[in-house]
């Protein structure tokens, strides 16, 4: 199974908006919807902030969302603070019971 | 609140077998979660080693091959997982995580540790 395919950076500005696309196959993005998305502050361990697409977990601000055309995911930052400067890595179900992640996507809030 | 801690040895010496814990503090390792190891070579993205369902099923990466196994210990609310033959390649920060299967995803983190194979 190959990684998914992010963008390897994204930049705004504070108070900007950044979409990161998330590009797979129909084994896994396009033929499911468990999308989930992770950012990743140098040094720790990854934080879930997305999962079945669009879902967000309990505490993840509503600036995260998600969504998914065919075989391409999005996680879209909206309102970029400071602290939204981070790895992004998207993963996803694919067939027979794997899991797959992206590539990963550096955000740099300029 | 659940916490996970991977424990195990930092080095390991090429075409020997890494082993590693992850103990559960929390929350009951038997109560319906999944729960998976994935790995982050230095400076490199994410990748899925494997998981181990509630059910005992186990699942993993298909790069991977007949590597690696995983079991749980539920009188010590531990899992673990082994990867035999292992190579520089196999250097990488090594995460235990839960891993809820109804609406998949990885939705609670060890700390990690990191796992050099070297000579």
């Known amino acids: 199974q190959s990684a998914l395919t992010q963008p390897p950076s994204a930049s705004g500005s504070p108070g900007q908006s950044v979409t990161i696309s998330c590009t797979g196959t129909?084994?896994?993005?396009?033929?499911?919807?468990?999308v989930s998305w992770y950012q990743q502050h140098p040094g720790k361990a990854p934080k879930l902030i997305i999962y079945?697409?669009?879902e967000r977990p309990s505490g993840v601000p509503d600036r995260f969302s998600g969504s998914k055309s065919g075989n391409t995911a999005s996680l879209t930052v909206s309102g970029l603070q400071s602290e939204d400067e981070a790895d992004y890595y998207c993963?996803?179900?694919?067939?027979?019971?794997?899991?797959?992640f992206g590539t990963g996507t550096k955000v740099t809030v300029l | 609140q659940v916490q996970l801690q991977e424990s195990g040895p930092g080095l390991v010496k090429p075409s020997e077998t890494l082993s590693l814990t992850c103990t559960v503090s929390?929350?009951?390792?038997?109560?319906?979660?999944?729960w998976a190891w994935i790995r982050q070579p230095p400076g490199k993205g994410l990748e899925w080693i494997g998981s181990?369902?509630?059910?005992?099923?186990?699942y993993h990466n298909p790069s991977l091959r007949s590597r690696v196994t995983m079991s749980v210990d539920t009188s010590k609310n531990q899992f673990s997982m082994r990867l035999t033959s292992v190579t520089a390649a196999d250097t990488a920060i090594y995460y235990c995580?839960?891993?809820?299967?109804?609406?998949?995803?990885?939705?609670?983190w060890g700390q990690g540790t990191l796992v050099t194979v070297s000579s």
């Open positions: 995580v839960r891993h809820p299967t109804v609406e998949p995803s990885f939705d609670c």
């Open positions: 929390g929350y009951s390792i038997t109560d319906g979660y999944s």
């Open positions: 181990i369902y509630h059910t005992g099923n186990t």
């Open positions: 129909s084994s896994d993005v396009g033929g499911y919807n468990f």
């Open positions: 079945a697409v669009s």
């Open positions: 993963s996803s179900y694919a067939d027979s019971n794997n899991y797959v």
